[in-house]
């Protein structure tokens, strides 16, 4: 099993940050709260602090954990961690990821989530 760090980054405004896979990634074009593999050693916190420097170009700082979802991909089971965070400094820059946008929680579950994605949106919605 693969541990996944994810982020469920909120603005002022309480719109949330999701990003687009781009078409040369797994799930292309699938969207996803950006995030990252732990390396050995890392704890979620630190990994999902340094995926995010690495993917968006930006500081952020986690305002609280979620509950993990376990999901069983047909070539891999990862365990996606997330993580409440909000952003502390830096604009946004796209490295790896087609797009990103601002959503209103309650329109999160109309864009086509990565399959592990959904589960967390759907906590997140209801919490």
């Not at 420097?53 to 979802?69: F, G, Q």
């Not at 959503?103 to 579950?109: G, Y």
């Not at 592990?116 to 759907?122: E, H, L, N, S, T």
Request: charged content about 25%; some cysteine; aromatic content about 8%.
């Amino acid at each position: 099993m693969i541990k996944v760090t994810c982020a469920i980054i909120v603005n002022a405004d309480g719109l949330v940050l999701a990003a687009q896979r781009n078409a040369t990634m797994s799930l292309p074009l699938k969207w996803e709260f950006p995030g990252g593999k732990i390396e050995p050693g890392e704890t979620a916190e630190a990994c999902l602090i340094r995926e995010i420097k690495e993917e968006l170009h930006v500081d952020i700082e986690i305002v609280a954990p979620l509950p993990a979802n376990t999901h069983q991909y047909p070539n891999v089971t990862i365990q996606l961690i997330p993580f409440v965070c909000r952003i502390t400094s830096g604009e946004i820059i796209l490295k790896e990821h087609l797009d990103f946008k601002w959503v209103a929680k309650d329109e999160l579950l109309a864009l086509d989530w990565a399959e592990a994605d959904v589960a967390i949106v759907k906590y997140y919605m209801e919490s």
